[in-house]
């Protein structure tokens, strides 16, 4: 059975300070898809980024970069010097290949983390 | 239209009453999905639609949950005999296949009186 835990339930910072989100998912598959989703106050899911089980590679976008280590599970989300704008609730999601290997299946949630950036 | 929308944005119902909530998916995307998301918690998944064939609703918590989409778009999901649990905000989604990113709605925040 798949687990998507985001420990931190609410989280900090002031503005231009560094903040890592935590994520750590359980699967028993081999191929699977990580996502990272960002809510605002408004309510709309806004798509992050969608990371593959064979890529393990870490990825930047502007102030926001991911780290993906399989060997802890881990799939962690840092933003570098915060803005006010930032501030939302943030999920990780995982979903599992599906059996005839054509993509992504549905999309298993953490139950977020809000993160506020005080200014 | 340019996203996912979905009516209405709020819904107040009372008990024991029948819904219907409406989403219209990004023009081309032949993916669907439905999820319920609970105060405090992500959301959940419900059902997923093919074109017009729901492909997987192993979500939909009980018989009072039906969702169709007859003509491959517009998608209408259904709740019979409301109950105070059902009280959510239910999200729409939808993707060009099933393996790209899925676009969110807004949502409809639903609430049994």
């Known amino acids: 059975a798949q687990k998507v835990t985001q420990a931190q339930t609410e989280i900090s910072v002031v503005e231009k300070e560094d903040v890592t989100l935590d994520c750590v998912y359980e699967?028993?598959?081999?191929?699977?898809?990580l996502f990272w989703y960002k809510q605002p106050p408004s309510g709309e899911l806004v798509f992050l980024i969608r990371r593959n089980s064979f890529d393990e590679q870490n990825e930047i976008s502007g102030r926001y970069s991911w780290n993906f280590q399989k060997s802890t599970s881990s799939f962690n989300f840092t933003i570098t010097a915060s803005q006010v704008v930032d501030s939302a609730v943030y999920f990780c999601a995982l979903s599992e290949s599906s059996i005839d290997q054509t993509g992504a299946n549905n999309l298993f949630f953490g139950t977020g983390t809000r993160l506020t950036v005080i200014p | 239209g340019a996203g996912v929308s979905q009516t209405p944005s709020n819904k107040v119902t009372e008990k024991g009453k029948y819904v219907e909530l409406r989403c219209d998916p990004i023009?081309?995307?032949?993916?669907l999905y439905w999820y319920r998301q609970s105060l405090g918690q992500g959301p959940e998944f419900l059902i997923y639609f093919q074109g017009t064939g729901a492909a997987d609703d192993s979500g939909l918590p009980n018989d009072r949950f039906f969702a169709v989409r007859p003509e491959g778009s517009v998608s209408t999901l259904k709740i019979q005999r409301t109950e105070r649990g059902d009280s959510a905000v239910y999200l729409c989604?939808?993707?060009?296949?099933?393996?790209?990113?899925?676009?969110f709605g807004q949502g409809t925040r639903l609430t049994v009186v």
């Open positions: 023009s081309g995307h032949t993916a």
């Open positions: 989604a939808s993707s060009y296949r099933r393996s790209t990113e899925a676009f």
């Open positions: 699967t028993r598959d081999t191929t699977y898809y």
